[in-house]
């Protein structure tokens, strides 16, 4: 009965024996983690991992579950698994080892497999800093998944954000115009008593606000001195509502009759060039305006008609006959509105030997400056300056033909952080050879980042003058994006 109990304890403590020096440890799984890739996508963060699985030593009925995650202090995101599967297991695969759909399953390892997952994961505010980590684990049908070991596998920042980076620009100077004389024409609309009056009376509903700014601009030309000018006239059109004929005759008298009222107060007191009454007969193309305006511009019969040179009376009497109730629309809701005065004046340019002289100009009447003179005026003020931008786009308004002012007046409002006002200056601009520069900062500056990039590398492409704005500007871009690696962090 003793030597039973000795053999038994001898059996049990043969359990205890450590593994003989000649016995061969157990095969374990063969397996690496090659490459750890963290990437900023924008409003994402993508994690990319590289393995390689080298040999089956996995029990056929077993699999060995590899489940990555992120991780900075108590936040996590979960990656793509990968199992890699007993012979048994795998054919054929009837349960995911690790519980996770998305899994990436290894199911043939007779020879080295590589593979690479991919993850997509929305950027959080803790994402700036993450760990990756990796929990291995044994999975079998009776015991399910029994975690093995756990380790981390890097630590990945956000990469410092690169010095500030604004885009370079010169101010351009437009041409200087090479005519010596200037055109402008202004009007104001103008109301009379009935339709064959031709006394001007002011309380007969003509706006008073629109009638004294009218004045003031006339007066500039005729009794401010400061123009010297070729040819001045007045213009008063009426409403085609009688016979062409008599139409003209009774604008002419309106012509008269304003002109008497403007002299009075004020106006017309330069007698070197005298200002010619002019009766301008029906206001016909008032009327195509005011057509073009509402629901009957479609007609294309009626637009026909209102472009017709001339022939007062055939437009009148053809709406009249084809289209009577148009006519009636007209008589009631377009005529009351016409009848105008246009001041139209031909005057010898001024040049400026001061800005002072200019800008007294500037606030007197801004139509009669060139588009060089709204920039000689901005630079008195200093590229970038309030003042410098309140001129120079106020140029480009009076001169949207000029490239060269519309491209400052651009380039101005973008460094302001007014990019949404830039956009009318900068297709103002098209053409120019400027306009592709100008048009990848306005890109940028409303945050279309991608087309920014793309525009620059091309401009790039053509001309190594724009190299040190790529090497500058694309890697604050592309972080600003959020379209950068994430550095790996060794301390």
Known sequence: MRRTVIFALLAGASLLLPRPSWAAPPKTLGWSLDAVEVTGRGDSLAVALTWTFSDWNVAPTKAMVFSPSIRKGNSFASLTPVSVYGRKTAQPLRQKA???????????????????????????????????????????????????????????????????????????????????????????????????????????????YLLEEFLRKVKVFTSDGLLKLRSSALVVTVPPEGVARESVKISRGRAASLYSYLSKKGAFRIRSVTTSRVGGGEDWEGVREWVSATRYGGDQRLMEILSWDGKSDAKAGAIRSEKPVVWDILTRECFP??????????????????????????????????????????????????????????????????????????FGLMEAGRGAAAAPYLRNADGDPGFPYAFA????????????????????????????????????????MNRVPWARYYP
């Not at 800093?129 to 975690?147: C, F, N, P, Q």
């Open 441 to 480: 900062v306005w890109l940028f500056r409303m945050e279309r980042y991608e087309e920014c990039i793309a525009l620059l590398q091309d401009l790039g492409a053509r001309s190594t003058a724009f190299d040190a704005v790529l090497g500058s500007a694309v890697p604050f871009i592309r972080w600003k």
């Open 98 to 208: 690790s519980g996770n759909n998305g899994e990436m399953s290894v199911l043939d390892v007779s020879r080295p497999v590589r593979v690479r997952t991919l993850d997509v994961i929305p950027l959080q505010d803790w994402m700036d800093t993450v760990k990756v980590t990796l929990a291995v684990s044994e999975w079998s049908k009776r015991d399910g998944l029994v975690l093995r070991s756990t380790s981390q596998r890097g630590v990945f920042l956000k990469p410092e954000k690169p010095a500030d980076f604004v885009f370079p620009w010169d101010d351009r100077e437009p041409r200087r115009d090479s005519q010596p004389f200037g055109e402008l024409s202004f009007s104001v609309p103008v109301r009379f008593a009935g339709a064959a009056s031709t006394k001007f009376d002011p309380s007969e509903g003509t706006d008073a």
């Open 337 to 410: 509105l016409l009848g105008k005065a246009t001041y139209e004046v031909s005057f010898v340019r001024p040049g400026f030997d001061n800005p002072a002289r200019c800008r007294e100009m500037y606030d007197r009447m801004p139509e009669v400056l060139t588009a060089h003179d709204f920039w000689y005026l901005a630079e008195s003020y200093g590229l970038g300056t309030d003042q410098w931008l309140e001129v120079v786009c106020a140029g480009a308004d009076l001169h949207p033909e000029d490239p060269a002012l519309n491209l400052d007046a651009a």
